[in-house]
């Protein structure tokens, strides 16, 4: 439903709905879950102007990825972090995290391929 209601413009609805997933995912130890709900989580907060929280977000979503080893997640949240840090002016930053989500994608698609 969060998924729904970001895509109807409705941020404050979605950031219900992802924070329950987060808690529902947290609970059973979901830790794919979490990270998709924390990279959601993540852009609300960008919509709303909130960087440090978007920061956070993307931030505790990209370690889960690390620890799970899951590397189209590692991508996405890395492509988040960017987008955060490109939000702020911070360019630089912005394009090395780009470049490293590139690469993730890259190896995710080549290893689909096998």
């Not at 979605?14 to 852009?43: C, H, M, N, P, W």
């Not at 949240?77 to 890259?106: C, P, S, V």
Request: with cysteine; net charge negative.
């Amino acid at each position: 439903m969060g998924s729904v209601e970001r895509s109807r413009g409705d941020y404050p609805s979605a950031r219900i709905y992802y924070e329950r997933g987060l808690k529902l995912s947290q609970e059973t130890g979901d830790y794919f879950s979490q990270s998709t709900a924390l990279d959601a989580l993540g852009v609300c907060a960008r919509v709303d102007g909130d960087m440090p929280l978007a920061r956070s977000y993307h931030e505790e979503g990209l370690r889960l990825c690390r620890r799970l080893g899951d590397v189209q997640g590692e991508g996405w949240l890395l492509h988040g972090l960017g987008t955060d840090y490109w939000y702020e002016g911070r360019y630089e930053q912005a394009k090395t995290l780009f470049e490293e989500a590139g690469n993730f994608i890259e190896k995710f698609v080549e290893d689909a391929k096998v």
